[in-house]
């Protein structure tokens, strides 16, 4: 059968359905608790590479719910198309094809200018979201889901925020967790760097209440643009309407903001931003849980709803999770971009494996001396991609998909006076827990450019010291080593960097459980990166402050270990464990 593009799939239904046909989607007629066993069940179908799991017997609530919709590459393609790829790629390519102008050039073109011109929006006064409409509110009945055991109550995991700034009028299409406090009204859990805060920020100037509606279903190209990285004042509704290929139906009902016309259900209400209340603990996509802290709380109105709504859901946790497949399609997408936005940047690559934010690579131009770092500001300057924690630079043509590659070319050629840049004292990703405060911590950058200055070693050629329990190289270069733990030891890291057994390795990076770091090297980017924090768990050998700049000699360390301030890593409770190994023939009868 042939793929078939996004612009089909106008609705939840029409994609559900396209899966009906592929035999990609099962439905559990079971009944399934939203209370932990159903995030389970998921977990274990995206562990497996399985299919779509459409609820229909969901403990408490008379809605189906449908979950694992982009749990793989394949069904990420089937969503979302090539329409934004291939548009995207010509569109980057118009600066160089497009010069020097001439009409022949314009007339090439006009398949894909054409398609400029059918982006936006058209109202329709028909929508199956205004079959019913509670008011008051009961979100009581609707099928919000806990997923881990220490989750600080029941979640929405796809709800779709829109918002206008209230002065402009610039729509904002976010994601955002929604824990259900009550029966009417839900946290909001606004990030820094996202225009849902942004639009809140300036509600809260104005002294006003910040309008909102959340969408929950409509087409799955609403999804894809939630989460994309677009400028700020970019609207996310055009983005949406360009993956479908087509304008985006949308509907008004009296008094609310816009919704889409296909949607499930929608929630309208609004954020008042003097009011706040404890949120969370939340298993994030981090593999940690993030803690309670005060977040916006959102009073909802009313329910607009078919009447027999079908609510969309994920689950998240350890890396890899849906969120990971739709993350690779959008820098897949965007790609051609990089260059033209951020010039001297020939390519860029974030690792899903560490949630996205903790760790890049890029590929940089080097025509003059420190470039490179000319293109570090561009990176951390831009966007969401100014909430990455660690940055690794190259001029070399290598597969930036590849930790090891991507390591090898670096660590053959940085010099430790002066190729590590450290800020402190800067932004970090919400989820990011590793810094000294909510949304506070460093950024890191290690430059590799150039003629290799080193030959790596890529033996372990004896038995560690004694005070270090075992030793195992990753790769040429990065030897992993693990001793005490932070708590008994915190000074390892020093006595490390300043070991002669460790001079010839350029890295050295020290972990809790080796076995498990080296075992892959999805299992490397997650215990790596998630675990710290560059302003204070990075050594040199004879580290020393030169003016403002910290240099020195290798090994560069990193001590990974767990940090006591750290939330705990995500792991599922026995009870459901077992609950869900008994009960796994009833789900797929």
């Known amino acids: 059968m042939s793929p078939t593009n996004s612009k089909n799939f106008d609705s939840l239904r029409s994609l559900l359905a396209e899966?009906?046909?592929?035999?990609?989607?099962?439905?559990?007629?079971?009944?399934?608790?939203?209370?932990l066993e159903l995030a389970e069940i998921h977990r274990r179908v995206v562990a497996a590479g399985g299919p779509a799991l459409l609820f229909k017997n969901v403990v408490g609530s008379p809605f189906s719910l449908v979950t694992n919709l982009f749990g793989t590459t394949e069904r990420v393609n089937l969503a979302f198309g090539n329409e934004l790829k291939d548009t995207?790629?010509?569109?980057?390519?118009?600066?160089?094809?497009?010069?020097?102008?001439?009409?022949?050039?314009?007339?090439a073109e006009r398949n894909t200018l054409s398609k400029l011109f059918k982006v936006g929006t058209s109202v329709t006064s028909e929508s199956p979201a205004t079959e019913v409409i509670e008011t008051p509110a009961n979100l009581a009945a609707l099928p919000f889901t806990k997923s881990w055991p220490a989750d600080g109550g029941f979640f929405l995991t796809l709800p779709l925020v829109?918002?206008?700034?209230?002065?402009?009028?610039?729509?904002?299409?976010?994601?955002?967790?929604?824990?259900?406090?009550?029966?009417?009204?839900?946290?909001m859990h606004f990030q820094i760097g996202k225009g849902g805060g942004y639009h809140l920020f300036r509600a809260k100037e104005l002294g006003k209440k910040l309008a909102c509606n959340v969408f929950l279903g409509g087409p799955p190209a609403l999804i894809l643009s939630a989460i994309a990285?677009?400028?700020?004042?970019?609207?996310?509704l055009l983005l949406a309407s360009l993956v479908q290929g087509k304008k985006l139906k949308i509907s008004r009902n009296s008094d609310t903001l816009l919704f889409p016309a296909t949607a499930e259900c929608v929630l309208c209400g609004s954020i008042d931003p003097r009011e706040s209340k404890p949120e969370g603990p939340f298993g994030d996509h981090y593999g940690y849980y993030s803690l309670e802290h005060d977040f916006p709380v959102f009073r909802v109105d009313k329910v607009l709803r078919r009447r027999d709504?079908?609510?969309?859901?994920?689950?998240?946790?350890?890396?890899?999770?849906?969120?990971?497949?739709?993350?690779?399609?959008l820098q897949e997408a965007l790609s051609p971009l990089f260059p033209l936005v951020m010039p001297g940047v020939k390519s860029l690559w974030s690792f899903g494996e560490?949630?996205?934010?903790?760790?890049?690579?890029?590929?940089?131009?080097?025509?003059?001396?420190?470039?490179?770092?000319?293109?570090?500001?561009?990176?951390?300057?831009?966007?969401?991609?100014?909430?990455?924690?660690?940055?690794?630079?190259t001029d070399q043509t290598v597969n930036l998909r590849s930790i090891r590659a991507v390591l090898e070319v670096i660590l053959e050629r940085y010099d430790p006076a002066v190729d590590l840049h450290v800020f402190q004292h800067t932004s970090m990703d919400t989820l990011d827990y590793t810094g000294r405060k909510l949304n506070e911590g460093s950024k890191g950058v290690l430059i590799g450019v150039g003629n290799p200055i080193r030959t790596l070693p890529r033996v372990v050629k004896s038995s560690p010291p004694n005070y270090l329990r075992e030793a195992t190289m990753f790769c040429a270069g990065c030897i992993v080593v693990s001793g005490e733990s932070f708590t008994a030891k915190r000074n390892l890291p020093e006595k490390i960097a300043a070991e002669p057994y460790f001079t010839e390795w350029p890295l050295v990076v020290l972990v809790d459980d080796v076995a498990r770091t080296v075992q892959s090297d999805q299992d490397f980017l997650w215990t790596v990166f998630t675990r710290f924090?560059?302003?204070?768990?990075?050594?040199?050998?004879?580290?020393?402050?030169?003016?403002?700049?910290?240099?020195?000699?290798?090994?560069?360390?990193?001590?990974?270990?767990?940090?006591?301030?750290?939330?705990a890593e995500l792991v599922v409770d026995d009870q459901t464990d077992s609950l869900v190994t008994k009960r796994w023939g009833e789900y797929f009868k």
Request: aromatic share 10%; proline share 9%.
């Open 533 to 567: 924090d560059p302003g204070h768990d990075l050594f040199l050998q004879n580290q020393h402050a030169e003016r403002f700049h910290v240099g020195g000699n290798c090994p560069l360390v990193i001590d990974a270990r767990m940090k006591p301030s750290y939330p």
């Open 354 to 393: 560490t949630g996205f934010h903790s760790l890049s690579a890029a590929q940089v131009r080097e025509r003059y001396r420190k470039e490179a770092l000319s293109s570090a500001f561009r990176i951390l300057g831009e966007g969401q991609l100014s909430l990455t924690k660690f940055l690794l630079l």
């Open 162 to 187: 829109y918002t206008e700034d209230p002065e402009t009028k610039i729509s904002n299409l976010g994601m955002y967790r929604m824990q259900r406090f009550d029966a009417a009204s839900t946290g």
């Open 88 to 107: 995207i790629a010509k569109l980057a390519a118009f600066p160089h094809s497009m010069l020097p102008p001439a009409l022949s050039k314009v007339w």
């Open 229 to 236: 990285p677009l400028p700020e004042n970019v609207p996310e």
């Open 19 to 35: 899966l009906q046909v592929r035999k990609q989607i099962i439905e559990i007629n079971a009944p399934v608790d939203p209370n």
């Open 309 to 329: 709504a079908i609510f969309p859901a994920t689950v998240v946790g350890k890396p890899r999770q849906e969120d990971f497949y739709i993350g690779n399609y």
